[in-house]
T-cell receptor, first 114, second 113 residues
Framework: KAGVTQTPRYLIKTRGQQVTLSCSPISGHRSVSWYQQTPGQGLQFLFEYFSETQRNKGNFPGRFSGRQFSNSRSEMNVSTLELGDSALYLC?????????????FGDGTRLSIL | GENVEQHPSTLSVQEGDSAVIKCTYSDSASNYFPWYKQELGKRPQLIIDIRSNVGEKKDQRIAVTLNKTAKHFSLHITETQPEDSAVYFCAAIFKGSARQLTFGSGTQLTVLP
């Protein structure tokens, strides 16, 4: 079974631009969560989607948004990019919505802001 | 606020020795505690998890113990090998946070040959 697939793997943008990242969960998984990983702040939760509904959102500004499609694929969007948005963006999927289900991560998208 | 503290931040052991990483959490109602291993440039990989109704879980050389009263859980790796070298993250899901994982700050484990 294929794992979590994230595209693109690498992305370079400039300040003020916007970006869309994509995540395809493991087949049959319905929950998708997004995390930001930086050396200074570690792994931080962005948001989680289940059945096309955002169930929880982390402490990030409104420039960070996301959505989930009926096939469980998810996208996250960051508008008006800032230098501090440079990070590895990871998505994780799990089978269903119970809180004690394992979450499996993709390889991430490395976003660099110039 | 809800948080997870992880210690130590770095750990070096000789090959064949055991390694122990400890995490404490703030919310006694937490019910799920996974551990992830992340090698340089790779994804966090789930290596073991434990639920609040279990005190200990083993998988070959890896074990996790949970002390709900003291609100801490630990990762134990026995007979360490050089390929165990990586950053290890503990995490917890706090009650009411849906599926939000709150991570510890990570432990860089180095196994010396």
């Amino acid at each position: 079974k294929a794992g979590v697939t994230q595209t693109p793997r690498y992305l370079i943008k400039t300040r003020g631009q916007q970006v869309t990242l994509s995540c395809s969960p493991i087949s049959g998984h319905r929950s998708v969560s997004w995390y930001q990983q930086t050396p200074g702040q570690g792994l931080q939760f962005l948001f989680e989607y289940f059945s096309e509904t955002q169930r929880n959102k982390g402490n990030f500004p409104g420039r960070f948004s996301g959505r989930q499609f009926s096939n469980s694929r998810s996208e996250m969007n960051v508008s008006t990019l800032e230098l501090g948005d440079s990070a590895l963006y990871l998505c994780a999927s799990s089978l269903h919505g119970d809180s004690n289900q394992p979450q499996h991560f993709g390889d991430g998208t490395r976003l660099s802001i110039l | 606020g809800e948080n997870v503290e992880q210690h130590p931040s770095t750990l070096s052991v000789q090959e064949g020795d055991s390694a122990v990483i400890k995490c404490t959490y703030s919310d006694s109602a937490s019910n799920y505690f996974p551990w992830y291993k992340q090698e340089l440039g790779k994804r966090p990989q789930l290596i073991i998890d434990i639920r609040s109704n279990v005190g200990e879980k083993k998988d070959q050389r890896i074990a996790v113990t949970l002390n709900k009263t003291a609100k801490h859980f630990s990762l134990h790796i026995t007979e360490t090998q050089p390929e165990d070298s990586a950053v290890y993250f503990c995490a917890a899901i706090f009650k009411g946070s849906a599926r939000q994982l709150t991570f510890g700050s990570g432990t860089q484990l180095t196994v010396l040959p």
